[in-house]
Protein backbone atom coordinates (compact mmCIF):
# COMPACT_ATOMS: atom_id res chain seq x y z
CA UNK A 1 0.00 0.00 0.00
CA UNK A 2 1.40 2.79 -1.20
CA UNK A 3 1.73 5.94 1.06
CA UNK A 4 -1.09 8.30 -0.31
CA UNK A 5 -2.86 5.36 -0.15
CA UNK A 6 -2.36 5.20 3.86
CA UNK A 7 -3.03 8.20 4.82
CA UNK A 8 -7.18 7.95 1.92
CA UNK A 9 -7.81 4.78 4.62
CA UNK A 10 -6.70 6.86 7.52
CA UNK A 11 -8.66 9.55 6.96
CA UNK A 12 -11.76 7.27 5.79
CA UNK A 13 -11.38 5.18 8.75
CA UNK A 14 -11.24 8.06 11.32
CA UNK A 15 -14.80 9.04 9.41
CA UNK A 16 -13.99 12.87 9.37
CA UNK A 17 -14.37 15.03 6.20
CA UNK A 18 -11.24 16.28 4.46
CA UNK A 19 -12.00 20.09 5.98
CA UNK A 20 -11.62 18.65 9.56
CA UNK A 21 -8.73 17.21 8.71
CA UNK A 22 -7.64 20.29 7.14
CA UNK A 23 -8.19 22.17 9.84
CA UNK A 24 -6.30 19.84 12.35
CA UNK A 25 -3.52 19.96 10.97
CA UNK A 26 -3.77 23.43 10.01
CA UNK A 27 -3.12 23.22 6.44
CA UNK A 28 -5.29 24.32 3.45
CA UNK A 29 -7.79 21.57 2.07
CA UNK A 30 -5.86 21.77 -1.23
CA UNK A 31 -3.28 20.00 1.31
CA UNK A 32 -5.70 16.99 2.25
CA UNK A 33 -6.66 16.38 -0.89
CA UNK A 34 -3.14 15.91 -2.64
CA UNK A 35 -2.24 13.74 0.25
CA UNK A 36 -4.55 11.32 -0.63
CA UNK A 37 -3.94 11.35 -4.02
CA UNK A 38 -0.38 11.13 -4.31
CA UNK A 39 0.14 14.42 -6.08
CA UNK A 40 1.97 15.62 -2.75
CA UNK A 41 5.14 13.74 -2.86
CA UNK A 42 6.69 15.51 0.45
CA UNK A 43 4.63 15.18 4.26
CA UNK A 44 6.55 17.75 7.38
CA UNK A 45 6.31 16.34 10.34
CA UNK A 46 4.21 18.58 12.43
CA UNK A 47 2.22 17.65 9.47
CA UNK A 48 2.31 14.01 9.79
CA UNK A 49 2.04 14.20 13.33
CA UNK A 50 -0.95 16.04 13.38
CA UNK A 51 -2.24 13.70 10.87
CA UNK A 52 -1.83 11.05 13.34
CA UNK A 53 -3.22 12.66 16.05
CA UNK A 54 -6.43 13.70 13.67
CA UNK A 55 -6.56 10.18 12.44
CA UNK A 56 -6.07 7.87 15.55
CA UNK A 57 -3.51 5.89 13.33
CA UNK A 58 0.21 5.54 13.87
CA UNK A 59 2.53 8.21 12.47
CA UNK A 60 4.96 6.12 11.44
CA UNK A 61 2.29 3.73 10.11
CA UNK A 62 1.66 6.34 7.94
CA UNK A 63 4.79 7.37 6.70
CA UNK A 64 6.29 3.79 5.33
CA UNK A 65 3.84 1.19 6.86
CA UNK A 66 5.65 -0.38 9.13
CA UNK A 67 3.93 -1.80 12.36
CA UNK A 68 0.51 -1.31 13.19
CA UNK A 69 -1.97 0.76 11.98
CA UNK A 70 -2.83 1.92 15.65
CA UNK A 71 -1.49 1.88 19.11
CA UNK A 72 -4.55 0.63 20.10
CA UNK A 73 -7.07 -2.48 19.95
CA UNK A 74 -9.12 -2.33 16.89
CA UNK A 75 -11.40 0.83 17.22
CA UNK A 76 -15.20 1.35 15.05
CA UNK A 77 -14.69 3.92 12.11
CA UNK A 78 -16.20 6.90 14.49
CA UNK A 79 -13.81 6.07 17.06
CA UNK A 80 -9.92 5.69 16.35
CA UNK A 81 -7.10 4.65 18.79
CA UNK A 82 -6.33 7.35 20.72
CA UNK A 83 -2.76 8.58 20.19
CA UNK A 84 0.18 9.43 22.90
CA UNK A 85 -0.13 12.98 23.52
CA UNK A 86 3.65 12.87 24.41
CA UNK A 87 6.18 14.17 21.85
CA UNK A 88 10.18 14.61 21.96
CA UNK A 89 12.54 16.88 20.13
CA UNK A 90 15.90 15.60 18.76
CA UNK A 91 18.47 17.38 16.78
CA UNK A 92 19.06 17.04 13.21
CA UNK A 93 22.89 16.21 12.70
CA UNK A 94 25.33 15.38 9.70
CA UNK A 95 26.69 11.82 9.28
CA UNK A 96 30.48 13.09 9.94
CA UNK A 97 29.36 14.22 13.20
CA UNK A 98 27.68 11.36 13.79
CA UNK A 99 30.53 9.12 12.80
CA UNK A 100 32.46 11.81 15.35
CA UNK A 101 30.44 9.52 18.44
CA UNK A 102 32.47 6.25 18.12
CA UNK A 103 35.06 8.56 19.49
CA UNK A 104 34.27 11.74 21.24
CA UNK A 105 33.57 11.96 25.01
CA UNK A 106 30.33 14.43 24.24
CA UNK A 107 29.85 14.73 20.49
CA UNK A 108 26.73 16.73 20.93
CA UNK A 109 27.63 19.66 23.25
CA UNK A 110 24.31 21.31 24.43
CA UNK A 111 23.62 24.10 21.35
CA UNK A 112 25.70 22.07 18.80
CA UNK A 113 22.50 21.89 16.21
CA UNK A 114 20.44 24.37 14.67
CA UNK A 115 17.67 22.09 13.69
CA UNK A 116 15.32 19.64 15.69
CA UNK A 117 12.65 17.60 14.78
CA UNK A 118 9.97 15.49 16.87
CA UNK A 119 9.17 12.17 17.42
CA UNK A 120 6.83 9.67 19.66
CA UNK A 121 9.48 7.90 20.39
CA UNK A 122 11.24 8.15 23.86
CA UNK A 123 14.92 7.01 23.54
CA UNK A 124 16.83 5.21 25.89
CA UNK A 125 20.24 7.03 25.38
CA UNK A 126 21.08 10.17 23.18
CA UNK A 127 19.57 10.21 19.99
CA UNK A 128 19.44 11.86 16.68
CA UNK A 129 18.04 12.54 13.62
CA UNK A 130 19.72 11.51 10.14
CA UNK A 131 18.88 12.52 6.58
CA UNK A 132 19.36 8.94 4.39
CA UNK A 133 21.51 9.38 1.42
CA UNK A 134 21.55 7.26 -1.34
CA UNK A 135 20.22 4.06 -2.50
CA UNK A 136 22.02 1.93 -0.78
CA UNK A 137 18.41 1.29 1.78
CA UNK A 138 16.57 1.58 -1.33
CA UNK A 139 14.97 -2.13 -1.82
CA UNK A 140 12.22 -3.16 -4.63
CA UNK A 141 10.53 -5.31 -1.81
CA UNK A 142 9.62 -5.44 1.27
CA UNK A 143 11.40 -2.55 3.86
CA UNK A 144 13.20 0.42 1.71
CA UNK A 145 14.17 3.44 3.24
CA UNK A 146 15.11 5.39 0.32
CA UNK A 147 17.33 8.96 -0.02
CA UNK A 148 15.94 11.67 1.80
CA UNK A 149 13.86 9.76 4.70
CA UNK A 150 14.82 11.00 7.90
CA UNK A 151 15.69 8.31 10.82
CA UNK A 152 16.40 8.55 14.40
CA UNK A 153 18.89 6.93 15.73
CA UNK A 154 19.20 5.88 19.23
CA UNK A 155 22.59 5.54 20.99
CA UNK A 156 21.45 3.16 23.83
CA UNK A 157 18.89 0.93 21.97
CA UNK A 158 19.57 -2.63 21.86
CA UNK A 159 21.71 -4.07 19.40
CA UNK A 160 20.52 -7.39 17.96
CA UNK A 161 20.52 -9.38 14.29
CA UNK A 162 17.80 -7.78 11.51
CA UNK A 163 18.28 -3.97 13.45
CA UNK A 164 18.59 -1.58 11.24
CA UNK A 165 21.73 0.12 12.06
CA UNK A 166 24.34 3.43 12.39
CA UNK A 167 27.96 1.76 12.23
CA UNK A 168 31.51 3.11 11.60
CA UNK A 169 34.16 1.64 9.87
CA UNK A 170 37.70 2.27 10.98
CA UNK A 171 38.99 3.32 7.66
CA UNK A 172 35.90 5.46 7.35
CA UNK A 173 35.06 9.38 8.67
CA UNK A 174 31.43 9.03 8.25
CA UNK A 175 28.41 7.10 9.93
CA UNK A 176 26.74 4.98 7.47
CA UNK A 177 23.52 3.19 7.52
CA UNK A 178 23.16 -0.75 7.04
CA UNK A 179 21.25 -3.75 8.44
CA UNK A 180 23.03 -5.60 10.94
CA UNK A 181 22.84 -9.59 9.79
CA UNK A 182 24.70 -12.47 11.94
CA UNK A 183 26.54 -15.67 10.02
CA UNK A 184 28.38 -17.69 11.38
CA UNK A 185 29.33 -16.10 14.29
CA UNK A 186 30.23 -13.27 12.22
CA UNK A 187 28.59 -9.76 11.76
CA UNK A 188 27.52 -8.29 8.44
CA UNK A 189 26.46 -4.77 7.49
CA UNK A 190 23.72 -5.21 4.69
CA UNK A 191 22.15 -2.89 2.67
CA UNK A 192 18.97 -3.36 1.63
CA UNK A 193 19.36 -2.92 -2.07
CA UNK A 194 20.95 -6.00 -3.89
CA UNK A 195 22.69 -4.18 -5.84
CA UNK A 196 24.97 -3.38 -2.99
CA UNK A 197 27.80 -5.82 -1.33
CA UNK A 198 27.70 -6.84 2.47
CA UNK A 199 30.48 -5.71 4.29
CA UNK A 200 32.08 -7.22 7.62
CA UNK A 201 31.53 -5.87 10.59
CA UNK A 202 34.58 -6.93 12.98
CA UNK A 203 36.13 -5.25 15.89
CA UNK A 204 37.23 -2.11 14.22
CA UNK A 205 33.62 -1.77 13.83
CA UNK A 206 31.25 0.29 16.01
CA UNK A 207 28.14 0.23 16.25
CA UNK A 208 27.02 3.88 17.48
CA UNK A 209 22.66 3.47 17.48
CA UNK A 210 19.41 1.57 16.27
CA UNK A 211 17.40 3.04 13.72
CA UNK A 212 14.03 3.62 16.03
CA UNK A 213 11.82 5.38 13.33
CA UNK A 214 11.67 6.79 10.03
CA UNK A 215 10.06 9.95 8.75
CA UNK A 216 9.09 11.09 5.07
CA UNK A 217 11.18 13.47 2.81
CA UNK A 218 10.67 17.20 4.29
Not at 26 to 35: D, I
Not at 103 to 112: N, Q
Not at 116 to 132: H, R
Request: hydrophobic share 40%.
Amino acid sequence: MERHERIARAIAVSGKKKGEIATECGVANSAVTQWISGESKSLRPENLYALAKATGFRAEWLAIGEGPETDGAAQSNVAPAIQPSMSYRYPVISWVAAGAWAEAVEPFPPGFSDRYEISDYNSKGVAFWLEVRGDSMTSPTGTSIPEGMMILVDTEAEVTSGKLVIAKLANSGEATFKKLVEDGGRRYLKPLNPEYKMVECGEDCRIIGVAVRVMGKL
